[in-house]
């Protein structure tokens, strides 16, 4: 990978008046979890973190974040119609998409940022361990946030509707169907992300919709969804038309 062309792509994206939008997000979530560890005690809070670390953050900042950055990786060469141009470059094509991701991925995570913060800090102020709380809340945070990126990478390249067919993944799949029926778990990429969070959570406290596999399982899976949705993105640049 382009360690240059990384750096581009990562300022491209970061200093997109659409980042700093939806970067507000993560702020207004950082706003309501302080407010809520300012005004009760640490026996309430105790019940809620995984509204906060599950549903609010794995479950709402990480996928809208990652599907707006994930899809604007290539936004300029998609909006132009110059996408298939990039095939004319003296690069192979995987060090193009590898760098795209790795920025979209990076970036997602800095932009999340206050909002990771603000998660930690809820689970130990319920005197949960500082080293497990930080350390749940940034592997659910690096992993659930790569493969997002990495499958929305990979729908700006399938389809010129990549932001619309996020949207009704998320909405209608991840909300909705998994919601409802355990058997489509599998295939949901939060489902995955919320076990992994529960490293943070007290083992008592209810988790919604989760992967029945472990922490362990459930990162593997994110990993490989990771490496599986990057190597498409690769081979359909490689394929699309001049």
Same mark, same amino acid.
Do not use: K
């Given at each position: ?44 809070r105790y019940g809620v973190q995984n509204t906060f670390t599950g549903n609010l953050l794995t479950g709402l900042v990480v996928p809208i974040v990652a599907l707006v =950055? ?47 913060? /603000? ?10 361990? /500082? ?31 990549? =932001?619309? /067919? ?77």
């Amino acid at each position: 990978m382009s360690t240059t062309l990384y750096g581009f792509s990562l300022r491209g994206i970061l200093f997109r008046g659409r980042t700093a939008g939806f970067a507000v997000l993560p702020l207004v979530v950082a706003v309501v979890v302080f407010v809520v560890i300012a005004i009760t005690s640490v026996q309430n809070r105790y019940g809620v973190q995984n509204t906060f670390t599950g549903n609010l953050l794995t479950g709402l900042v990480v996928p809208i974040v990652a599907l707006v =950055l994930a899809i604007g990786a290539f936004g300029d060469e998609r909006d132009a119609r110059t996408l298939p141009l990039l095939r004319a470059i003296a690069r192979p094509r995987w060090h193009t998409v590898v760098a795209r991701f790795a920025a979209a991925w990076t970036a997602t995570v800095v932009v999340s940022a206050p909002a990771v913060i /603000a998660c930690a800090v809820l689970g130990i102020s319920v005197n949960q361990p /500082a080293g497990r709380v930080v350390g749940g809340v940034l592997l659910a945070t690096v992993l659930t946030s790569g493969a997002y990126c990495a499958f929305f990478l990979l729908l700006s390249l399938l389809t010129r509707r990549g =932001l619309l /067919a996020g949207l009704a993944y998320l909405v209608l799949w991840e909300t909705f169907l998994a919601g409802l029926a355990p058997a489509l778990r599998g295939l949901s990429i939060g489902s995955y992300g919320r076990r992994v969070a529960a490293l943070a959570i007290p083992g008592d406290v209810p988790l919604g919709t989760v992967s029945s596999l472990g922490a362990t399982g459930a990162s593997l899976v994110l990993a490989g969804i990771t490496v599986v949705a990057v190597v498409l993105s690769a081979v359909r640049l490689q394929r699309m038309d001049v």
